[in-house]
């Protein structure tokens, strides 16, 4: 996956909510074909956005705790936190680079 990280459940609070940098989070199954189809964006905007943002994923069949926490209900739903809370709304379904892009922005100040 690149610069794309893993996300679990046990690393999700240190590597996601502890993050020094804006995250971007995927949660996404590997049976999810709209999921399928944003990996090739998800991994342009990790290169496209270097150390400023991490981004990683979250497979909602290996971490359910972390999936049943944030209320993920159908996938692919894209989240972006930054100093441990939230920012914007989730992103659910296929999603725009632009848009995607655009929260990141948000995100990073």
Same mark, same amino acid.
């Given at each position: +996956? @690149?610069?794309?990280?893993?996300?679990?459940?046990?690393?999700?609070?240190?590597? /996601?909510?502890?993050?020094? /940098?804006?995250?971007?989070?995927?949660?996404? *199954? %590997?049976?999810?074909? %709209?999921?399928?189809?944003? +990996? %090739?964006? &998800?991994?342009?905007? *990790?290169?496209? #956005?270097?150390?400023?943002?991490?981004? @990683? $994923? /979250? #497979? /909602?069949?290996?971490?359910?705790?972390? *999936?049943? $926490?944030?209320? &993920?209900?159908?996938? %692919?739903?894209?989240?972006?936190?930054?100093? @441990?809370?939230?920012?914007?709304?989730? +992103?659910?379904?296929?999603?725009?680079?632009?848009? &995607?892009?655009?929260? &990141?922005?948000? *995100? $990073? @100040?």
């Amino acid at each position: +996956m @690149g610069n794309v990280v893993e996300f679990t459940d046990d690393s999700f609070e240190a590597e /996601v909510l502890q993050s020094p /940098v804006p995250v971007l989070v995927d949660f996404w *199954a %590997p049976h999810c074909a %709209p999921c399928r189809q944003m +990996m %090739p964006m &998800i991994e342009e905007l *990790a290169a496209d #956005n270097g150390d400023e943002v991490k981004i @990683g $994923k /979250v #497979n /909602v069949d290996d971490c359910r705790e972390t *999936a049943r $926490k944030y209320g &993920i209900m159908s996938i %692919p739903t894209l989240m972006i936190f930054s100093g @441990g809370d939230e920012v914007g709304a989730p +992103m659910q379904g296929l999603q725009p680079k632009a848009r &995607i892009q655009d929260t &990141i922005d948000q *995100a $990073k @100040g």
